[in-house]
């Protein structure tokens, strides 16, 4: 059975940073593109970052810059590191991959 398991949300003020981890169980995520992704209220899932097997990586434009996604083979899990947060960062993130997703963690950015 796969589990992915999102931890790391909270509240923050804006221009400060949080830590994203993931820990995935009945997955490997060297063999598996894993996603991060987004949803603030009123709007549609949307992309975040992803990386792939070979280790590439992709951010969205919005996040660019500011945002860095990347894992831990040995431990399983994948992080998205968000530094210079802004209040439209504001959403619950989940971590995906193939057909499963986590529960979601809580962001919110507000002073």
């Known amino acids: 059975q796969v589990q992915l398991v999102e931890s790391g949300g909270g509240l923050v003020q804006p221009g400060g940073s949080l830590r994203l981890s993931c820990v995935a169980s009945g997955l490997n995520i060297g063999m598996n593109s894993m996603s991060w992704y987004r949803q603030a209220p009123g709007k549609v899932r949307e992309l975040v970052a992803d990386?792939?097997?070979?280790?590439?990586?992709f951010c969205v434009d919005s996040v660019k810059g500011r945002f860095t996604i990347s894992r831990n083979i040995f431990n399983n899990a994948i992080y998205l590191q968000m530094n210079n947060l802004k209040p439209e960062d504001t959403a619950v993130y989940y971590c995906h991959s193939d057909a499963y997703w986590g529960q979601g963690t809580q962001v919110t950015v507000s002073s």
């Open positions: 990386i792939l097997p070979g280790g590439s990586t």
